[in-house]
Nanobody, 122 residues
């Protein structure tokens, strides 16, 4: 059974930092693009960041550029998201995703974690 399990969420004050982890099991994700998404209360799920299989190419949403860093350790089958200078508007459930595919219209991810809550207080 393929699983992605996020950890590292929590409550932090504005300006603080958190590091999220996403541990994969059931298959190797070393050849996959992997990404982070988030969903705030009352809003749709939104893209945060993506990283290619080697870690050499990364993409970020404009809202997190310069504050968040996505990385991966293929030997551990694990994805990370370092979040610095956190703002209250970063409050959301954060999801990791793997195995990005192009449908002809958009990118989609085949595997998803269950999410971890990040709350940033002002």
């Amino acid at each position: 059974q393929v699983q992605l399990v996020e950890s590292g969420g929590g409550l932090v004050q504005a300006g603080g930092s958190l590091r999220l982890s996403c541990a994969g099991s059931g298959r190797t994700f070393g050849d996959d693009n992997m990404g982070w998404f988030r969903q705030a209360p009352g809003k749709e799920r939104a893209f945060v960041a993506n990283i290619n299989w080697s870690g050499g190419t990364t993409d970020y949403a404009d809202s997190v550029k310069g504050r968040f860093t996505i990385s991966r350790d293929n030997a551990k089958n694990t994805l990370y998201l370092q979040m610095n200078s956190l703002k209250p508007e970063d409050t959301a459930v954060y999801y990791c995703a793997a195995n990005r595919i192009w449908t002809g219209r958009s990118y989609e991810y085949r595997y998803w974690g269950q999410g971890t809550q990040v709350t940033v207080s002002s």
